[in-house]
Nanobody, 112 residues
Framework: QVQLVESGGGLVQSGGSLRLSCAAS??????NGWYRQAPGKQRELVAI??????TIYADSVKGRFTISRVNANTVALQMNSLKPDDTAVYYC?????????WGQGTQVTVSS
């Protein structure tokens, strides 16, 4: 059974930083993406890291967020210069051959 556990969310002032972490178990694949969902909005891609190490970011977070692979089972998201628009539930994702698994999410709230 694949499980993803996110941690590191919280409340931060505008301009602050947070580091999210996602630990996976039960899969031969590594967690590879961060997504977020704000109230009333659809879930959107924040950043992904490919097996090659190449990273892809949403335009809204380029230059502020950095995704990294800590080890085979853990992926992190360093978030700097946070803005109120970054407020959302952040989810870790893991893709295998046929399915995308999600963690339970961690709340990030940025106050102005």
């Amino acid at each position: 059974q694949v499980q993803l556990v996110e941690s590191g969310g919280g409340l931060v002032q505008s301009g602050g930083s947070l580091r999210l972490s996602c630990a996976a178990s039960g899969s031969n694949f590594s967690p590879n993406g961060w997504y977020r969902q704000a109230p009333g909005k659809q879930r959107e891609l924040v950043a992904i890291i490919l097996t090659s190490g190449r990273t892809i970011y949403a335009d809204s977070v380029k230059g502020r967020f950095t995704i990294s692979r800590v080890n085979a089972n853990t992926v992190a998201l360093q978030m700097n210069s946070l803005k109120p628009d970054d407020t959302a539930v952040y989810y870790c994702g893991l893709d295998d051959e046929s399915h995308r698994y999600w963690g339970q999410g961690t709340q990030v709230t940025v106050s102005s």
